[in-house]
Nanobody, 128 residues
Framework: QVQLVESGGGSVQAGGSLRLSCVASGYTYRYNCMGWFRQAPGKQREGVATIDSGGSANYADSVKGRVTISRDNAKNTLYLQKNSLKSENTAMYYC??????????????????????WGQGTQVTVSS
């Protein structure tokens, strides 16, 4: 059975940084797309960043330059480094796995929809 367990959330002041982690178990980690998503109060869930097994990353336009997604296949762990946090970044952050992959413009990338496995989420609260 696949399990995704997120950690690293918490309360931070605006301008600060956090690194979220997601440990995957019971899953062929290295062969699939994974991603980070978030859901703010009263809003729909949205994609933040995705990464494929080769490390090719895809970022939402709203976070480019302020987040970095990475993965350690040996540790079955996905990471999200978030810098220059703003109050509007307050949300529940979810890790997801086994999503769609595409190839375009000479590179592969992972999509935003159709992920099969989800973690329980980790709360990030940014205070101004």
């Amino acid at each position: 059975q696949v399990q995704l367990v997120e950690s690293g959330g918490g309360s931070v002041q605006a301008g600060g940084s956090l690194r979220l982690s997601c440990v995957a178990s019971g899953y062929t980690y290295r062969y699939n797309c994974m991603g980070w998503f978030r859901q703010a109060p009263g809003k729909q869930r949205e994609g933040v960043a995705t990464i494929d097994s080769g490390g090719s990353a895809n970022y939402a336009d709203s976070v480019k330059g302020r987040v970095t997604i990475s993965r350690d296949n040996a540790k079955n762990t996905l990471y999200l480094q978030k810098n220059s946090l703003k109050s509007e970044n307050t949300a529940m952050y979810y890790c997801a796995a086994h999503g769609p992959s595409f190839f375009s413009g000479g590179r592969s990338y992972c999509g935003w929809d159709g992920y099969d496995y989800w973690g329980q989420g980790t709360q990030v609260t940014v205070s101004s």
